[in-house]
């Protein structure tokens, strides 16, 4: 409860018909919190930031990065750190976070590689991957199955819990989710440490497999949850993330 005697109140940068964040959201008022939902592309005053009890960026938009820095300096609480969003927003610091918890990554160039590549806009949210296409980071292209091992992650106040989702690679055609598999423990373990680094509560990290070895692509910190079952454990962390 709040000094003024109202429950406290959540701010999440998120669309009202997300899925997943709008069932997360439900659930919360549920429990008696106040939520509210901001445009990810627009900006919070710092006035209405402090207003909250904490505050959640759920998409990486440059509006809701800078949203959840001021929330850091003003001293609101925040679910996922600012540091840990910032760090993996970055598709540089995105492979040297990855290849710094022992996964292997591509190599990546702001120059077209001789062979076959993938282009990617330097921040998470500008484009989509392309293979050969134009972009401002290109990483070789990996021989490998055209199939995402996509690991979601959450810290729910107790324990870490993954789902790894099977998805067809949005690189060759529209992406399609094949189906869950289990997680491989050391790929689970590197992505929890990595989070304990970062001071996150979730994540998501794309692998793919070649011929002998696994190789991290891409980094999430703010993932859509979509079909993992995982709305149970984002409510449980979202309100231990809570100041007591």
Known sequence: MSP????????????????????????????????????????????????????????????????????????????????????????????????????????????????DYVAKALYHWDMSPEVNGEGDVYEELLSADPVDYKYYVVHDGSTYRTVVLRVTSKLWGQKRVLGAVDPVPDHADRITSLMDRLDMRAIGVDLIRTDDRWYAVDLNPCPSFVRTGLEGALVDSIESALPE
Do not use: M
């Open 4 to 115: 003024t005697g109202n429950p406290p109140r959540i701010g999440i940068t998120c669309p009202d018909d997300h899925p997943v964040f709008s069932v997360v959201g439900e659930r919360l008022r549920e429990r008696g919190h106040r939520v509210t939902n901001y445009d990810p592309n627009a900006s919070i005053a710092p006035d209405e930031l402090e207003r909250l009890a904490l505050f959640v960026t759920k998409q990486t938009r440059p509006a809701s990065v800078r949203a959840l820095l001021a929330a850091e300096r003003l001293g609101v609480p925040t679910w996922n750190s600012a540091t840990g969003v910032v760090a993996c927003v970055s598709r540089f610091s995105q492979l040297c976070l990855l290849s710094g918890v022992g996964f292997a990554v591509p190599t990546a160039s702001r120059t077209r590689p001789d062979g």
